[in-house]
């Protein structure tokens, strides 16, 4: 067996997972905890998986403070599919608000639709995603079932560091958040919020798992037509097995949520523990990149500083021309994935929760070499 580190992968997503988490998935793969079945081979409906599905709701809920008046929904089909699961069930075929700050929440008016009127309340278009909109610039509209915001922009590099306050901008509608590419990596402000949902595969696990968490009052108003395995008072009333659920991907998801509960930081003002910790690393690798990029001469970042995210990185060389060079040179060093979005162009690195300082402060190193000899 090699003995070698494991490259850095900066992939947007599926992304690098914790190694403690992946180890203990191949140790638990043929046999789980003496049941003489992997995770993958049992009955969703079993006492085996039912504990294995408990246990993970119950440490999401700690990790990330869920109050107890939230339903957590374990589906599928991915934030795509939540853009028309979330109109069928929220809208009652009136009025939403969108705010655009990126590719995804563009993606999330246009798929609404379908199933609704979907009106741009306020959008960063005009900056090229590169800013977000003063939340007292917003256009909300006095009739909205809910407001929808994308909280991290995964392509775009956009983050909402503070949720908005839609009270406070004179809306009484609930507040949804595309939390997907930063989901566990802080905490939310579960006051301001009537639904979050997110894909696995940035910071909790495989792709397949989709996490919709959403407050009991809004369930159970879905559009006729909305499919039952789509219908959240359906899921919820079933305990997310109306259907045969993404049992694999539910399993890590729950092995991660263990990982994260564990985590340890210490601080100038004392240890921190779980999320918070996590929060405290992500601070930090976030910080090393964007101070070096910022002070380099070289490698420039587009995104206004205040609302720079912390999970997903673009930056630009000088000349694209030296894209492929980087990318063979990164790729020869066991950086891997460091390629930009084709929308967007340059180079993304995305950071999240199991990526190690380490190998950001590779990433850094490695910048600095490539720029001393091609600059």
């Given at each position: 067996?090699?003995?070698?580190?494991?490259?850095?992968?900066?992939?947007?997503?599926p992304?690098?997972?914790?190694?403690?988490?992946?180890?203990?998935?191949?140790?638990?793969m043929?046999?789980w905890?003496?049941?003489?079945?992997?995770?993958m081979?049992?009955?969703?409906?079993?006492?085996?998986?039912?504990?294995?599905?408990?246990?993970?709701?119950?440490?999401?809920?700690?990790?990330l403070?869920?109050?107890?008046?939230?339903?957590?929904?374990?589906?599928?089909?991915?934030?795509?599919?939540?853009?028309?699961?979330?109109p069928?069930?929220?809208?009652?075929?009136?009025?939403?608000?969108?705010?655009i700050?990126?590719?995804?929440?563009?993606?999330?008016?246009?798929?609404?639709?379908?199933?609704?009127?979907?009106?741009?309340?306020?959008?960063?278009?005009a900056?090229?995603?590169?800013?977000?909109?003063?939340?007292g610039?917003?256009?909300?509209?006095?009739?909205?079932?809910?407001?929808?915001?994308?909280s991290?922009?995964?392509?775009?590099?956009?983050?909402?560091?503070?949720?908005?306050?839609?009270?406070?901008?004179?809306s009484?509608?609930p507040?949804?958040?595309?939390?997907?590419?930063?989901?566990?990596?802080?905490?939310?402000?579960?006051?301001?919020?009537?639904?979050?949902?997110?894909?696995?595969?940035?910071?909790?696990?495989?792709?397949?798992?989709?996490?919709?968490?959403?407050?009991?009052?809004l369930?159970?108003?879905?559009?006729?037509?909305?499919p039952s395995?789509?219908?959240?008072?359906?899921?919820?009333?079933?305990g997310?097995?109306?259907?045969?659920?993404?049992?694999?991907?539910?399993?890590?998801?729950?092995?991660?949520?263990?990982?994260?509960?564990?985590?340890?930081?210490?601080?100038?003002?004392?240890?921190?523990?779980?999320?918070?910790?996590?929060e405290?690393?992500?601070?930090?690798?976030?910080?090393?990149?964007?101070?070096?990029?910022?002070?380099?001469?070289?490698?420039?970042?587009?995104?206004?500083?205040?609302?720079?995210?912390?999970?997903?990185?673009?930056?630009?060389?000088?000349?694209?021309?030296?894209?492929?060079?980087?990318?063979?040179?990164?790729?020869?060093?066991?950086?891997?994935?460091?390629?930009?979005?084709?929308?967007?162009?340059?180079m993304?690195?995305?950071?999240?929760?199991?990526?190690?300082?380490?190998?950001?402060?590779?990433?850094?190193?490695?910048?600095?070499?490539?720029?001393?000899?091609?600059?």
């Amino acid at each position: 067996m090699s003995t070698s580190p494991r490259p850095f992968n900066f992939s947007a997503g599926p992304a690098t997972l914790p190694e403690e988490v992946l180890q203990q998935a191949a140790g638990e793969m043929l046999d789980w905890r003496g049941s003489g079945m992997g995770v993958m081979e049992m009955s969703h409906r079993g006492k085996e998986f039912t504990s294995i599905a408990e246990q993970a709701e119950a440490d999401l809920r700690t990790l990330l403070a869920i109050p107890s008046h939230f339903k957590v929904l374990f589906m599928q089909g991915g934030a795509i599919a939540e853009n028309a699961i979330i109109p069928m069930n929220l809208s009652r075929g009136g009025v939403v608000d969108h705010v655009i700050t990126g590719s995804w929440s563009q993606k999330s008016a246009k798929e609404a639709r379908k199933y609704c009127t979907a009106k741009v309340a306020a959008s960063n278009e005009a900056d090229h995603h590169t800013t977000l909109p003063a939340y007292g610039s917003w256009q909300l509209s006095d009739d909205a079932t809910y407001v929808h915001v994308c909280s991290n922009e995964t392509i775009h590099g956009v983050e909402m560091h503070a949720l908005p306050d839609l009270a406070a901008l004179g809306s009484t509608a609930p507040l949804v958040i595309d939390c997907s590419s930063h989901i566990a990596s802080r905490p939310i402000d579960w006051s301001r919020i009537g639904l979050a949902y997110a894909g696995a595969q940035k910071n909790i696990g495989p792709s397949g798992l989709t996490l919709v968490i959403v407050r009991e009052d809004l369930i159970g108003h879905a559009l006729p037509d909305t499919p039952s395995a789509f219908d959240y008072k359906v899921v919820a009333d079933n305990g997310s097995m109306y259907n045969t659920p993404p049992t694999y991907a539910w399993y890590i998801a729950g092995l991660v949520f263990q990982w994260a509960l564990k985590q340890r930081e210490v601080t100038p003002q004392g240890e921190l523990t779980g999320l918070a910790a996590i929060e405290a690393r992500n601070v930090a690798k976030a910080r090393l990149l964007y101070d070096y990029i910022d002070g380099s001469g070289y490698y420039t970042n587009k995104v206004a500083p205040d609302c720079r995210s912390r999970m997903n990185i673009p930056f630009f060389l000088p000349d694209d021309d030296l894209n492929a060079a980087f990318l063979a040179s990164t790729q020869a060093a066991g950086l891997l994935q460091l390629k930009g979005h084709k929308s967007v162009g340059g180079m993304r690195a995305s950071i999240y929760n199991a990526m190690p300082l380490a190998g950001v402060q590779a990433l850094v190193d490695h910048m600095k070499q490539f720029a001393a000899s091609h600059g």
